[in-house]
């Protein structure tokens, strides 16, 4: 079974420059979560998708930041224009667990988007 | 709000010998639990992890934690350390309101020495 896919797996731009990272979960899996992890640090949620639907949403940056998941699979994040502060690498991860059901409560993760901003 | 403290940036073991890792968590009810590694250039693979039931978890790779309410701590274990498991731990907490949401500790980086 394929796991989670992430591209690309490094990216150096400059600051005001757009980048976009694309993540494709594991078939099967309703819920998506692009997470942020700085150096040193643990990864911090960014926003999580049930389906289509973006239900949290609370700590995405949304002056610079925008995330979709067309069609309840696939999803793009997007920063526009970067700041030197969003160097990180940037994680996505996908279940199964959703609203409503027993949850497993275990995410799988892709190997991370580097972003460098120079 | 929830949160998870790992006390230890980072921590040496010789190969052989064995492992603890601290976590000390921060939830207003009963807590789902999570050990994740994360190898260099990796993701995060979970280890294990504590739902209800026996405190005591058996995880891949020969890791185990225990969970002490008293204490709110979910320390994790290995009896003999291999040169393989040098890598950075996370500990998580789950809030369950219908779905789940991770806070990850801010990780302690263990190094293995021959």
């Known amino acids: 079974e394929a796991g989670v896919v992430q591209s690309p797996r490094y990216k150096i731009i400059e600051k005001k420059q757009p980048v976009a990272f694309w993540c494709n979960p594991i078939s099967g899996h309703n819920t998506l979560y692009w997470y942020r992890q700085n150096l040193g640090q643990g990864p911090e949620l960014l926003i999580r998708?049930?389906?289509?639907?973006?239900?949290?949403d609370s700590q995405l940056p949304k002056d610079r930041f925008s995330a979709e998941r067309l069609k309840g699979v696939d999803s793009t994040l997007k920063i526009q224009p970067a700041e030197l502060g969003d160097s990180a690498v940037y994680l996505c991860a996908s279940s199964l667990d959703v609203a409503g059901r027993t949850n497993t409560g275990e995410l799988f993760f892709g190997e991370g988007s580097r972003l460098t901003v120079l | 709000a929830q949160s998870v403290t790992q006390p230890d940036i980072h921590i040496t073991v010789s190969e052989g010998a064995s492992l603890e890792l601290r976590c000390n968590y921060s939830?207003?009810?009963?807590?789902?639990l999570f050990w994740y590694v994360q190898s260099p250039g990796q993701g995060l693979q979970l280890l294990l992890k504590?739902?209800?039931?026996?405190?005591l978890v058996q995880g891949i790779k020969g890791f185990e934690a225990e969970f002490k309410r008293s204490q709110s701590s979910f320390n994790l274990r290995k009896p003999s350390v291999h040169w393989s498991d040098a890598a950075e731990y996370f500990c998580?907490?789950?809030?369950?309101?219908?779905?789940?949401?991770?806070?990850f500790g801010k990780g302690t980086m263990l190094l293995v020495s021959p």
């Open positions: 939830y207003g009810a009963t807590p789902y």
């Open positions: 998580a907490v789950g809030a369950f309101s219908g779905y789940s949401t991770l806070t």
């Open positions: 998708y049930e389906n289509e639907e973006a239900v949290d």
């Open positions: 504590y739902f209800s039931g026996d405190t």
